[in-house]
């Protein structure tokens, strides 16, 4: 940096101990990054910002406090550089390296321009659908302790592709409103208002930049990128493409900013794979009236309700092996086919098949994505299973046509055969309650 001099190895006193700064791993507008060794472990990083405004500085200093009650999807500062280490206003702050299968959003994305696939692809729809709803869930908390982002874009989101677990870095971003941080966002992501200076960053211009980071991740490109910002001599683009006149790529009632041949190609292959309800949800986002009107966007809990119902519904086709929640796969055609269900106690049936994840929201509608049951298949029997991925030893009830019943326990990470033209009940506890399987439907 310009007024922050700092050579490799160079050795810093931080509040609670001491931190030794190695390589620089990027540059940018509001700081550097470092590999850094701190409390005698190479797992950790060191961010490094010039001139930063009080609030900012009092922002990482309260984070590092609360870092235990804080969303734990976010990487917070562990520990902060003393004042005295750098010349000026210079802050510094430790913090955990996220490791190296989290891949940067940046590369899920279209390459601009030409025909290659994106750097990183998702293992399946459904890895793709939890990467989403695990983005929404940590903004739904982060905003119930009053706290916003200011400048959600590509660079901040780290997800695995295999898993769809998700870390969100630059977290000196988020603050309660209190004081101005003089964070704007970034351009492509930041809502209307904020882009026309009617406010500043808060809580409802996040959502507006949450839905554009879904749109990217499902559709790999920006939701309002099309031929009007393409026919645009720039910086004039920027004021009236995404603030005066927005308007997004598949707006059922404006077709003047579809996306281009060559330009889009994320976005014009991955819209027609996009599962219904999430479409509807997208058009919904980017209405004109949700583009003007902040009161009347998505909020972060109902993306979670959306995103989990898609993901809990979808079945694979028989033929091609694509996900889907349609009533025939979006890629062959082939119609959907029969499939042996789950039902929760609220009555709602999904369908199951070997690989499949059921997480706690599935079955009580809480908004935890935390994994609870998995199908797999005995690769002895070749009999479908399940396969107990809670903390909590389950009451399993199987009837036999009503000439045997047999009752047993199955204990965490234990699993069990499913067998066919049977009546199974599984008591999940009191939270998540008794379902039932139904093997009568293949």
Not at 145 to 162: A, C, S
Not at 254 to 268: F, K, Q
Not at 362 to 383: H, M, Q, W, Y
Request: hydrophobic share 35%; with cysteine; aromatic share 10%.
């Amino acid at each position: 940096m310009s007024n922050v001099n700092i050579h490799e190895g160079q050795h810093f006193k931080t509040m609670s101990g001491e931190v030794q700064a190695h390589k620089k791993l990027d540059e940018g507008g509001q700081g550097s990054v470092w590999t850094a060794t701190y409390n005698c472990s190479d797992d950790y990083l060191l961010k490094v910002i010039p001139a930063p405004n009080v609030a900012i500085r009092e922002n990482a200093e309260n984070h590092k406090k609360n870092r235990g009650k804080l969303p734990k999807d976010f990487i917070w500062p562990e520990d902060i550089v003393k004042d005295d280490s750098f010349p000026g206003n210079a802050i510094a702050y430790v913090m955990a390296k996220v490791p190296g299968n989290y891949k940067e959003l940046q590369k899920f994305l279209w390459p601009k321009g030409n025909e290659d696939k994106p750097e990183e692809m998702f293992a399946s729809l459904d890895i793709q659908l939890k990467a989403c709803a695990t983005i929404a869930k940590a903004f739904h908390n982060l905003q119930l302790q009053g706290q916003f982002y200011q400048d959600l874009n590509e660079k901040n989101f780290l997800i695995d592709p295999n898993t769809g677990d998700v870390k969100i870095i630059d977290t000196d971003n988020v603050c309660d409103g209190r004081l101005d941080t003089g964070i704007f966002g970034t351009p492509g992501y930041i809502a209307p208002e904020v882009i026309l200076r009617k406010t500043r960053p808060n809580r409802r211009s996040d959502l507006f930049s949450l839905a554009v980071i879904l749109f990217s991740i499902m559709c790999r490109g920006n939701p309002l990128m099309g031929k009007k910002y393409r026919s645009y001599k720039f910086p004039s683009a920027d004021e009236d493409i995404f603030a005066r006149n927005p308007v997004f790529v598949y707006d059922d009632n404006d077709m003047s900013n579809r996306p281009v041949a060559g330009m889009d190609n994320g976005v014009i292959i991955c819209w027609p794979l996009c599962p219904p309800e999430i479409q509807q949800a997208f058009k919904r986002a980017f209405s004109q009236e949700a583009l003007h009107n902040p009161d009347k966007r998505i909020e972060c809990f109902e993306w979670v309700d959306i995103l989990m119902k898609v993901r809990a519904e979808l079945v694979y086709c028989l033929k091609c092996g694509t996900y889907y929640s349609d009533c025939e796969c979006p890629k062959c055609k082939m119609p959907k086919g029969n499939f042996w269900t789950i039902k929760t106690a609220a009555n709602k049936e999904y369908p199951i098949y070997p690989g499949k994840i059921f997480v706690e929201h599935d079955f009580c509608g809480n908004r935890e994505i935390k994994p609870v049951l998995r199908i797999a298949k005995n690769k002895t029997s070749n009999c479908m299973g399940i396969v107990n991925l809670s903390g909590s030893t389950w009451n399993v009830k199987i009837d036999g046509n009503g000439t045997s019943t047999n009752k047993f326990a199955l204990k965490p990470s234990q699993g069990m055969d499913i067998p066919s033209y049977c009546d199974i009940e599984i008591n999940l506890g009191d939270t998540l309650k008794t379902i039932s399987i139904n093997t009568r439907s293949i």
